[in-house]
């Protein structure tokens, strides 16, 4: 959309250069899922299409656990951090000191993924050999296995790593929400829950949704923290990885690096599809709404 003093070709120049941008950074994964669907594999002078690939990758009973694990932690790692993330957004807009809860909430990204993993390993490690001792000297084995290596470890790992782009996300979308509408909200009687659910949450819809999207993408894609704490079950990376470095890049790793990026794309694109069309709807409501207000 341009304006009446807005140059046209201008406006067009940055689409060009917005739509160069794009597809220089996607070239290797467009270049991946076109590889995926060939039966000839990777070099290949000839291309015949095939799903044969996708048809071996759910056919592996490794690679479907793989995924069961992978969705399990997506979906409790972004039931989890959504939440935190928008209580933490709302307490950033009151706060009067905005530096220190800035601070605590990015720090995770500032530590390499590496490094973060390693002192989580150790810190549950060195938890868990605590409480099998308190276990021993009370007598009990109720404490044993607490803090163990598993699903809870990997999911506190993953919390840890996701909460600030979710926080930044729902942060940039609440941004242009008012609090003055909350202080009316209350004013007419509403509670806090109603005054949060009718008027804020849903200016600020797009964002939660973007966040949760972020959630489940970064699960998909983290491996180190997930390789260094899920104890004894794989996730789709770690597999993906395990094979490319075992057995180097095959015509089914390609079809699961494609799947990966067909999971995050269709989120994306179903989140944005949405945007646009809640924006047209309420667009049409508020054009409605002020037609008599116009003609009077």
């Given at each position: 959309?341009?304006?009446?003093?807005?140059?046209?070709?201008?406006?067009?120049?940055?689409?060009?250069?917005?739509?160069?941008?794009?597809?220089?950074l996607?070239?290797?994964?467009?270049?991946?899922?076109?590889?995926?669907?060939?039966a000839?594999g990777?070099?290949?002078?000839a291309?015949d299409?095939?799903?044969?690939w996708?048809?071996?990758?759910?056919?592996?009973?490794?690679?479907?656990?793989?995924?069961?694990?992978?969705?399990?932690l997506?979906?409790?790692?972004?039931?989890?951090?959504?939440?935190?993330?928008v209580?933490?957004?709302?307490?950033?807009?009151?706060?009067?000191?905005?530096?220190?809860?800035?601070?605590?909430?990015l720090?995770?990204?500032?530590?390499?993924?590496?490094?973060?993993?390693?002192?989580?390993?150790v810190?549950?490690?060195?938890?868990?050999?605590?409480?099998?001792?308190?276990?021993?000297?009370?007598?009990?084995?109720?404490?044993?296995?607490?803090f163990?290596?598993?699903?809870?470890?990997?999911?506190?790992?993953?919390?840890?790593?996701?909460?600030?782009?979710?926080?930044?996300?729902?942060?940039?979308?609440?941004?242009?929400?008012?609090?003055?509408?909350?202080e009316?909200?209350r004013?007419?009687?509403?509670?806090?829950?109603?005054?949060?659910?009718?008027?804020?949450?849903?200016?600020?819809?797009?964002?939660?949704?973007?966040a949760c999207?972020?959630?489940?993408?970064?699960?998909?894609?983290?491996?180190?923290?997930?390789?260094?704490?899920?104890?004894?079950?794989?996730?789709?990376?770690?597999?993906?990885?395990?094979?490319?470095?075992?057995?180097?890049?095959?015509?089914?790793?390609?079809?699961?690096?494609?799947?990966?990026?067909?999971?995050?794309?269709?989120?994306?694109?179903s989140?944005?599809?949405?945007?646009?069309?809640?924006?047209?709807?309420?667009?049409?409501?508020?054009?409605?709404?002020a037609?008599?207000?116009?003609?009077?």
């Amino acid at each position: 959309m341009t304006d009446d003093y807005a140059n046209p070709w201008a406006y067009r120049l940055k689409w060009a250069y917005m739509l160069l941008l794009v597809t220089t950074l996607m070239s290797p994964v467009l270049y991946v899922m076109y590889i995926s669907f060939n039966a000839n594999g990777f070099g290949a002078r000839a291309y015949d299409f095939t799903w044969e690939w996708y048809r071996l990758v759910f056919s592996d009973e490794l690679l479907l656990n793989a995924l069961r694990w992978t969705f399990s932690l997506a979906i409790v790692v972004t039931l989890i951090t959504v939440p935190f993330a928008v209580l933490a957004a709302k307490y950033y807009k009151t706060a009067q000191n905005k530096l220190p809860v800035v601070f605590l909430l990015l720090a995770p990204l500032f530590v390499p993924p590496d490094i973060l993993g390693s002192a989580l390993l150790v810190y549950f490690k060195s938890l868990n050999s605590s409480f099998i001792w308190l276990g021993d000297q009370l007598g009990t084995t109720a404490f044993d296995g607490w803090f163990r290596l598993s699903f809870f470890t990997a999911t506190v790992g993953l919390i840890i790593y996701t909460i600030p782009y979710a926080f930044i996300v729902v942060l940039i979308t609440m941004g242009r929400y008012r609090t003055e509408q909350t202080e009316a909200a209350r004013a007419c009687g509403a509670d806090g829950w109603r005054a949060f659910w009718d008027i804020e949450f849903p200016q600020i819809r797009a964002g939660v949704f973007s966040a949760c999207s972020f959630c489940i993408i970064l699960c998909f894609n983290e491996y180190t923290r997930t390789s260094l704490l899920k104890g004894g079950f794989d996730t789709f990376t770690t597999v993906l990885i395990s094979q490319m470095l075992n057995t180097g890049m095959s015509p089914q790793s390609y079809a699961m690096s494609s799947m990966v990026a067909f999971t995050a794309i269709a989120i994306i694109g179903s989140i944005i599809i949405f945007t646009l069309i809640r924006s047209e709807s309420l667009t049409r409501t508020a054009r409605a709404k002020a037609e008599p207000i116009m003609s009077s």
